[in-house]
Every structure is written in structure tokens, then in C-alpha cells.
């Protein structure tokens, strides 16, 4: 069984940065997809960015240019930049992890954007 363990949410002022870490453990193939989506109060939960194993990304026009997502496979980590953090940023942050077989979730961390 794979988990998935997020880390670095927090409350942020507008425009500041803050950067997501999750850390998969457990036996995960080689060949996968891993992302992040966010769910704000209200909302559906949106995909956010992912990054497959050959290091191929994808984002939501409304981060790009913004957040930049990254991951180190020996590690079993991705990781999420986020630069010029806004309010409507504001959402519970998840990770994922999926492939052809498998599609796991993390538990989530708040990111706050407020003065």
C-alpha cells in the first residue's frame, strides 16, 4: 500500500511564496504520474500541476508562470513552488499519485492567502 504524506501548507501574506512537499512510501512503479490538486470551500477539487517520470509537466493557466512543480524520484517526492501566492490560491492542497493500475491521494495541507 502506498501513502502519501503532504507537508507545508501554512497562512502566507499575498505575493508571498510557500513550497508543498509529498513523500510517497511504499512500493510505487516506476512509470507514474504525480501531481497536486486543491479543493477550496465551496468548489470542486481542481488539478493544479502534475509531473510524470520523464519529468513532463502540466498546469492550470491560472498558476502558470506562478507555481512550478518538480520532483525527485529517488526520493519518491514532488514538490510545489509556489511564487506570487493570491487569495483565491487559498485552498486545501492534495497530492497525487496515479498510473494505469493505481491512483492514490494524500490527506491534504491548508494553504492560506491573507493579510
Known amino acids: 500500500q502506498v501513502q502519501l504524506v503532504e507537508s507545508g501548507g501554512g497562512l502566507v501574506q499575498p505575493g508571498g511564496s510557500l513550497r508543498l512537499s509529498c513523500v510517497a512510501s511504499?512500493?510505487?512503479?516506476?512509470?507514474?504520474?504525480m501531481g497536486w490538486y486543491r479543493q477550496a470551500p465551496g468548489k470542486e477539487r481542481e488539478l493544479v500541476a502534475t509531473?510524470?517520470?520523464?519529468?513532463?509537466?502540466n498546469y492550470v493557466d491560472s498558476v502558470k508562470g506562478r507555481f512550478t512543480i518538480s520532483r525527485d524520484n529517488a526520493k519518491k517526492t514532488v514538490y510545489l513552488q509556489m511564487n506570487s501566492l493570491k487569495p483565491e490560491d487559498t485552498a486545501f492542497y492534495y497530492c497525487?499519485?496515479?498510473?494505469?493500475?493505481?491512483?492514490?491521494w494524500g490527506q491534504g495541507t491548508q494553504v492560506t492567502v491573507s493579510s
Open positions: 497525487n499519485l496515479r498510473n494505469s493500475l493505481v491512483n492514490y
Open positions: 511504499g512500493s510505487i512503479f516506476s512509470i507514474n504520474v
Open positions: 509531473i510524470n517520470n520523464y519529468g513532463n509537466t
